[in-house]
């Protein structure tokens, strides 16, 4: 190859300055290497591509035919070395999440290892201590993602659905309620409720069912731990409400038994949110997609 870049880079500044000194400066060149390099770039082509007059350097027929073509290669080859530094600075980060749930964490491992072969350069840190509250993490600055149970409504907040889920009412296979088909209100009115350390308020089972009902269940207890709720609710000390895919190896061997909430279903929908103050990188937006496909298995 007779050219390379750093020739069309010369005489695009040769022109662009108007004279060999000043084009010398732009690219950090002394003057005399500069008009070494001018030469053999001449040399090389046997055409001349300036016509010195004084000081200043004029453009030949040849020589407005390799600007045309600097105009196009420098630009593109500067365009170029711009969107690889863009994707070599997104391909690197800290990305901080919690979710509202700690069950989730049982299938995030499986996301996170997809996404890393992905995205090697970027570090995820699961923010344990921000479960039950990753919108509150997120608007202090402790998070850059929160996965939630329900639509992002806060205006300091962006969002995108994810998946949905569904509720069920879990319980020892020998339960009384165990062999219905679907549970309503009444029904939980002489049971002992699991339900997660969770405000009654915010409670699915409560505002959705048992309070527009007026059913008070006969006794409420607050557990902290999937596992707990799931241990209890199989020793028959009460029943739980529970995602069918936090419960699916119990179910199959038949040690719990889970049953729908109402004829329609407690559906839950997750959605994704992120600070709306931040741009978001590209490797939370590959996140949040990763997530809205793969999910909890079974949901």
Known sequence: MILDVRHLRLVAAVVDTGSVTAAARVLHLSQPALSHQLRDVEERLGAELFQRQGRRMVLTGPGRRVLEAARKVVAEVDAAEAEVSRMSQ????????????????????????????????????????????????????????????????????????????????????DHRLAKKSVLH????AREHVLLYSIPLTESTLFQEVLVPAGVTPARVSRVELTEAMVEMAKAGLGVGLLARWAVAPELARGTLAAVRVTKHGLRRHWHAAWPRTVRPAPYLTAFVELLAKAGPPGR
Do not use: N
């Open 90 to 173: 997104a391909s690197r980060g800290l990305l901080r999440l919690a979710t509202e749930c700690y069950t989730a964490y049982h299938w995030l491992p499986g996301v996170l290892r997809r996404f890393s072969a992905k995205h090697p350069g970027v570090e995820v840190r699961i923010a344990v201590d921000a479960t039950r509250r990753p919108v509150e993490a997120l608007l202090s600055g402790e998070l850059e993602l929160g996965v939630v149970s329900g639509p992002v409504r806060h205006r300091r907040l962006e969002g995108a659905p994810l998946f949905e889920d569904e509720l069920m009412a879990v319980m020892a296979p």
């Open 185 to 188: 209100a009444a029904d939980f």
